[in-house]
């Protein structure tokens, strides 16, 4: 039942910036873990930045110090403030919640398309 739901993809100029949103649905508790992963064609979907309830961060190195994840624990909603966008940043964001529960369960939304071109 629950559900999440990602916006803000797009297409961005090198060098531009993008933030990206998902919000959680039909969830009775806050997620102890919400984040980003992404997938380019041909690849592996590879995790991107996540944040804790206590919003204890984690960034992949290829988008430290760029990308900035944020969360509202009242809401269940997650942003990523993508900034200095690169053409190796396009590809479908996953958003991803994560109980711990143990075990955890986890939830994905659809994705949204981010394309960095010129």
């Known amino acids: 039942q629950v559900q999440l739901v990602e916006s803000g993809g797009g297409l961005v100029q090198p060098g531009g910036s993008l933030r990206l949103s998902c919000a959680a649905s039909?969830?009775?508790?806050?997620?102890?873990?919400l984040g980003w992963y992404r997938q380019a064609p041909g690849k592996q979907r590879e995790l991107v930045a996540t944040?804790?309830?206590?919003?204890?961060?984690n960034y992949a190195d290829s988008v430290k110090g760029r990308f900035t994840i944020s969360r509202d624990n009242a809401k269940n909603t997650v942003w990523l403030q993508m900034n200095s966008l690169k053409p190796e940043d396009t590809a479908v964001y996953y958003c991803?919640?994560?109980?711990?529960?143990?075990?955890?369960?986890?939830?994905w939304g659809q994705g949204t398309q981010v394309t960095v071109s010129s």
């Open positions: 991803n919640a994560a109980t711990k529960l143990g075990p955890p369960i986890t939830y």
């Open positions: 039909g969830s009775a508790i806050s997620f102890y873990a």
């Open positions: 944040i804790t309830a206590g919003r204890s961060t």
